[in-house]
Each structure stands twice: as C-alpha cells, then as structure tokens.
C-alpha cells in the first residue's frame, strides 16, 4: 500500500479505510508509521518489517494470513518494494497462494517524471548507485548508452559527487531534473544540463539537503540528434518534430521532448 512521501494529505480515501479495516500493519519503521497513522486516528496494531528482518518476519505474517487474517504492508514513504521493504513478503504470498491486492498512490519515482520535462515514453528506474566511487563508476559506465530515461534516488550525503560522477560519464551537456524533498514543505525542482545542476548544488549547501530523486535524459539515438540538428535550424520547432519524427521513425512525443531539451541548452 502506497504511502505518503511527505505531504501526509497525499494518500487516498482508500488506503485510509484499508489501514483502518485490516487486522495488523506491517512497516518498515513502526516509529515513523505512527505519525501518519495517527494523524488519521488508524489505532490498527503494528509489526516491523525492515530489510534485516523481512526473512524471519516473512514466515509469521504469513502464517496470519493463512489463518485468516488481512494485513496490509506500508514503507516509510511511497510504494513498497520500490527500492524498500516488502519483495520476500509478496513473494512468499504469491508462493502460498494468497490473494496481493496493490492500494496505489505516492511514488517519487512516477512523481519525478511527472514533472521532469524529459522523455517520459520509456525510462528505467535504477533506485541508488553504488556508495563506493569505483562502483559507481562501473554502473554508469554500463548506463552511458541507455537511450531510456533514467531515475535515480540519492542521499543528501552524496548526491554532489553523485551528478559529478553522472557529468564524467554522460557529458555535462547531458539535460536532467533534481527533485529535492517533493511535496514537502522545501521541495525544489531544478532542471538543467549536468554541468549546470553540478554548479548549482556547490553555490548553496542548502541545495545538498534533504531527500533527491535524480531524472536523466537517455542518450539520443545518434541519427536522430543529427536530424534534428539540421530541421531545427531551418523549421519551426512543431514542424521539425513531424519531419524528424517521419525521417527517424522515432515517436513523436520523444522527438518533441528531446527537441525541447536541445532548444533549452
């Protein structure tokens, strides 16, 4: 079940009366649950299920359900599973054959891309990098030629060295969206190409808190950069889309999106 990523008023009417009807709660952090539960007076009992203890707690909340029982399971934030808790639990579900109902709502990842300004037809989700530079290196390395757009989570800790790793790899031309602390009472969306964001997080430490999800625009595919390179020159924007849309065979929708990146850089 979907959970609010800051603003507790994002969660559904659903979700709401699910917490309230079901017999216990699993949570990632019981401690941080309690705050939104009670802010909608949820007294439903709570069990913790965090990454350390999701093999041996998997069992036991099974066993309940096979007896009967309805639990609903809850992250510290948005949707379960993404890049949190919960994948052994409905696995072993699935396995015993008992029903997984998804409750949807909050998602920083679908949140980001909403108001990224970049393609949005295809993407993947990479959830953290490697803590370790090495590391990190080697996976956007793999990264560098994935024509998809990307979304990436990252800490306050790290995000700097984060976008510079990101500018060495892909090329500080490369357009891409910061979304700090969305839909809390700081959230900040700034867009730019990776230099840009790089500078922008040095000139304020206030840039480098909180909690970021990070939006990458997938390399292009080569033909249709130059493509467009050459319409946008002698056509307005719409009508050089539909011509390289029509020369490339690419969709339209992300012609027109990248066509609007390379006119903002």
């Known amino acids: 079940?979907?959970?609010?990523?800051?603003?507790?008023?994002?969660?559904?009417?659903?979700?709401?009366?699910?917490?309230?009807?079901?017999?216990?709660?699993?949570?990632?952090?019981?401690?941080?649950?309690?705050?939104?539960?009670?802010?909608?007076?949820?007294?439903?009992?709570?069990?913790?299920?965090?990454?350390?203890?999701?093999?041996?707690?998997?069992?036991?909340?099974?066993?309940?359900?096979?007896?009967?029982?309805?639990?609903?399971?809850?992250?510290?934030?948005?949707?379960?599973?993404?890049?949190?808790?919960?994948?052994?639990?409905?696995?072993?579900?699935?396995r015993a054959r008992i029903r997984v109902s998804p409750i949807p709502g909050p998602s920083a990842v679908i949140a980001a891309l909403s108001v990224a300004g970049l393609p949005t037809d295809r993407f993947v989700f990479e959830g953290f990098l490697p803590a370790r530079e090495a590391a990190r290196a080697r996976r956007l390395e793999v990264l560098a030629r994935e024509p998809r757009t990307m979304v990436f989570y990252e800490s306050s800790h790290r995000v700097a060295a984060c976008m510079r790793a990101m500018r060495d790899c892909f090329g500080g031309e490369r357009r891409a969206l910061i979304a700090r602390e969305l839909t809390k009472a700081f959230e900040t969306l700034h867009g730019d190409s990776l230099e840009g964001l790089c500078d922008w997080l040095q000139r304020d430490a206030n840039h480098r808190r909180g909690e970021f999800v990070v939006v990458v625009c997938g390399r292009p595919d080569e033909r249709t950069l130059a493509v467009l390179q050459v319409v946008l020159a002698e056509l307005p924007l719409r009508q050089a889309v539909d011509l390289a849309a029509r020369i490339t065979g690419e969709a339209r929708n992300r012609v027109y999106r990248l066509a609007l990146s390379m006119s903002a850089s």
Do not use: F, K, W
Not at 52 to 62: K, V, W, Y
């Open 1 to 94: 079940m979907a959970t609010p990523i800051g603003h507790l008023q994002d969660i559904t009417y659903r979700a709401v009366e699910v917490l309230r009807g079901v017999d216990l709660i699993a949570a990632e952090d019981t401690r941080h649950s309690r705050g939104l539960l009670s802010h909608y007076t949820v007294a439903t009992p709570l069990l913790s299920l965090h990454e350390h203890n999701e093999a041996e707690q998997s069992p036991r909340i099974i066993a309940r359900l096979q007896a009967g029982a309805a639990v609903a399971l809850i992250c510290d934030a948005g949707t379960p599973l993404i890049s949190d808790p919960g994948y052994r639990l409905v696995s072993a579900a699935h």
